[in-house]
């Protein structure tokens, strides 16, 4: 099974600063690529995503940035706030994967806390 | 519309035990998959089932069998508890794979004493 990288594994920032977590995969054969959003005692949720075909995608204050020659993505968080603290995944989805199905392979999950 | 539902919300097992966890939507979508999270590790895939009928393997399939009964519900059965299985089991559903997206259900906390 293809790994995903995921660091680091906890982040505090302060209020208002950017929160940056990275993403490395080890197989060029990926065709989506998401980041999910989990708060205490609930399922994760899509934040963003991006396809390969792009090397940037901004929604308010959060961006993927993509390097597909160094098959690395990170999420940005500018102007961090208390009510991002949360657990963050990286995902991928393999081309050949799964069928018709969004089979997916997650990271390991990054702990945020913005500080007040 | 209630998204992806999970019962129970909480289940405490003894070593042996049997028991089913269930997993329903009402979005229309083909695909369904059970994930477990633990500490450290990610949310790691189960099983999976591209629509009604078909079910396959993830990555952790050992100790487990599921059941896609019908295109709503998608049940996962552990037919002798282990502590191992201690953990956080999610169940997914998502719609083709032009859209992508994995709608996830509250999750149900499992312990095996």
């Known amino acids: 099974q293809q790994q995903v990288k995921q660091s680091p594994q906890s982040l505090i920032v302060q209020k208002g600063g950017i929160s940056i977590i990275n993403c490395a995969y080890e197989?060029?054969?990926?065709?989506?690529f998401p980041w999910y959003q989990q708060f205490p005692g609930k399922g994760p949720a899509l934040l963003i995503a991006i396809r390969p075909d792009v090397s940037e995608k901004k929604e308010g204050r959060f961006t993927i940035s993509f390097n597909k020659s160094a098959k690395q993505f990170s999420l940005h968080i500018m102007d961090s706030q208390p009510g991002d603290s949360a657990t963050y995944f990286c995902a991928l989805r393999g081309q050949r994967w799964g069928g018709a199905t969004n089979k997916l392979i997650f990271g390991t999950g990054t702990l945020l806390a913005v500080q007040p | 519309n209630a998204g992806v539902t999970q019962t129970p919300k909480f289940q405490v097992l003894k070593t042996g035990q049997s028991m089913t966890l269930q997993c329903a939507q009402d979005?229309?979508?083909?695909?369904m998959y059970w994930y477990r999270q633990d500490p450290g590790m990610g949310l790691r895939l189960i099983y999976y089932s591209a629509s009604e009928g078909t079910t396959d393997k993830g990555e952790v399939p050992n100790g487990y069998n599921v059941s896609r009964l019908n295109k709503r519900e998608f049940s996962l059965r552990l037919e002798s508890a282990a502590p191992s299985q201690t953990s956080v089991y999610f169940c997914a559903s998502s719609a083709d794979r032009a859209k992508g997206e994995q709608y996830f259900g509250p999750g149900t906390r499992l312990t095996v004493t």
């Open positions: 979005m229309n979508h083909n695909s």
């Open positions: 197989n060029t054969a990926f065709d989506y």
